[in-house]
């Protein structure tokens, strides 16, 4: 049964604070926009304030939101769950303080962070004239926010940290398996640790006798140094079909209206948490896909945006188009796209070096296909395969897991702030399937 809940707006029950830190140690921890993402603290490192930037001012402390004045929608928001006395943030981020006597800080943050809020904040900042999207607390203080008494927010916010708490819990994993395929990848094919254990008569690490057979014992020269014996140095052009995209006009309705075809550009690869892509903001119709001479990519097409950034990576989990942002790996036995992930994330620094341009840094096709890669033998290709598959797999299982997870987080919200489901006394509420839930109206 539905409880009217008192309404207030967020400015009666929150307040944006802007108070200067001290800064008087020589090293503390600076916070930018890009050091945030979904609720979590990208680094803690301490770095002299002598070197920071002019925006490194303001103080925070326990219990505070930190939320991103530019594009909302990209997920640049943390909540401060541990003393703060040595972090300091940018200018560019708000730090909203909730009046503990009536809201719940925790409460608060989900409500900030949930889909239809963070959607609506975006709209607002694309609504603005600038040079980008951006918001203000002004406008975040208007937000219309139910008001349960405080025993049953501090519930709500305990059943909807439960579900952020397992995102985060696949996060780390993802971030484990990453590390595990990556250091597979450097053993074998930086660092030729095989090799090395074989030529000085010992049996490599970790290998079975099968896969140690498909190493060599020697190295030879090469334009790259000592490679191992009888592996290949080609240039990525002649290894992999690397193909760019394009943008159907977007004012002729017939290319997007209705369109079921995944179109990714790298603005939605800004919130990725692992290099997996699976869903696109926009999608394209047949006519739509038609326009673009590459087509619609293949499912496990790697894809590395060539501007705007350089340098994001993911393979895509579905057939995708791609912008003119891109270069589109399409690979085969020769070079898997486990390997050429590995390959373009150790040589990011080669690629970044063939980057072009005077407004924005940008690799072109030409410039990026001459690069040359240390090739190993097909069988010993596809053993690397073989066993970095099922990380990536589990990567792609657990995101699907976490996008569920958020979905029903957002499914939730409205109904535990109507009191259609209740934790009153701390009892959670029994969750309907998921796909038959209501979505919260916009």
């Known amino acids: 049964m539905a409880v009217d809940y008192p309404v207030t707006q967020i400015g009666e029950v929150a307040s944006s604070i802007s108070d200067t830190h001290k800064l008087g140690k020589e090293q503390l921890v600076f916070l930018n926009t890009s050091d945030i993402l979904h609720g979590k603290f990208l680094h803690r490192t301490y770095s002299a304030v002598k070197d920071w930037p002019g925006q490194a001012k303001k103080a925070v402390r326990k219990d505070d939101i930190l939320f991103s004045e530019i594009r909302p929608a990209n997920g640049r928001w943390a909540y401060v769950a541990h003393d703060a006395d040595d972090f300091v943030v940018s200018t560019k981020l708000m730090v909203i303080r909730a009046k503990q006597d009536r809201l719940f800080p925790k409460f608060l943050y989900q409500f900030l962070t949930s889909s239809e809020i963070t959607k609506w904040l975006q709209h607002l900042a694309e609504s603005r004239s600038g040079t980008f999207p951006q918001?203000?607390?002004?406008?975040?203080?208007?937000?219309?926010?139910?008001?349960?008494?405080?025993?049953?927010?501090?519930?709500?916010?305990?059943?909807?940290?439960?579900?952020?708490?397992?995102?985060?819990?696949?996060?780390?994993?993802n971030a484990t398996l990453e590390v595990m395929a990556r250091s597979l990848f450097q053993s074998w094919f930086v660092d030729f640790d095989p090799v090395r254990a074989k030529l000085d008569g010992r049996h490599p690490v970790g290998l079975d006798p099968v896969t140690a057979a498909l190493f060599p014992?020697?190295?030879?020269?090469?334009?790259?140094?000592h490679i191992p014996k009888d592996w290949t140095i080609e240039p990525v052009g002649?290894?992999?079909?690397?193909?760019?995209?394009?943008?159907?006009?977007?004012?002729?309705?017939?290319?997007?209206?209705?369109?079921?075809?995944?179109?990714?550009?790298?603005?939605?690869?800004?919130?990725?948490?692992?290099?997996?892509?699976?869903?696109?903001n926009r999608k394209l119709t047949d006519a739509g896909i038609a326009k673009i001479s590459s087509g619609l990519l293949p499912v496990?097409?790697?894809?590395?945006?060539?501007?705007?950034?350089?340098?994001?990576?993911?393979i895509a989990a579905m057939p995708v188009a791609i912008n003119q942002g891109f270069i589109a790996m399409k690979c085969n036995e020769r070079a898997s796209n486990f390997f050429m992930l590995n390959w373009c994330q150790t040589n990011m620094a080669e690629i970044e070096s063939r980057a072009t341009g005077t407004t924005f840094a940008e690799i072109s096709k030409q410039n990026f296909r001459p690069i040359r890669v240390v090739l190993p033998p097909k069988e010993l290709m596809a053993a690397f395969t073989v066993k970095v598959a099922p990380h990536y797999a589990q990567i792609t299982t657990n995101l699907h897991q976490s996008r569920t997870l958020a979905t029903l987080r957002d499914?939730?919200?409205?109904?535990?702030?109507?009191?259609?489901?209740?934790?009153?006394?701390?009892?959670?509420?029994?969750?309907?399937?998921?796909?038959?839930?209501?979505?919260?109206?916009p």
């Open 411 to 441: 499914t939730l919200l409205p109904q535990l702030l109507s009191g259609e489901l209740s934790v009153a006394g701390g009892n959670p509420p029994e969750f309907p399937d998921s796909s038959n839930q209501r979505r919260p109206k």
């Open 300 to 314: 496990g097409t790697l894809l590395l945006s060539s501007r705007a950034p350089v340098g994001y990576l993911a």
């Open 238 to 280: 002649k290894v992999v079909d690397c193909v760019g995209g394009g943008t159907p006009s977007t004012a002729e309705p017939k290319y997007w209206e209705g369109g079921t075809h995944h179109w990714t550009t790298p603005k939605d690869f800004s919130s990725l948490q692992a290099p997996v892509l699976l869903d696109t």
């Open 217 to 225: 014992a020697d190295f030879q020269d090469s334009e790259a140094g």
């Open 135 to 173: 918001i203000t607390f002004d406008q975040v203080s208007t937000l219309e926010l139910p008001l349960p008494p405080l025993a049953e927010q501090k519930a709500i916010a305990a059943v909807l940290g439960a579900l952020d708490d397992k995102i985060e819990l696949n996060r780390r994993m």
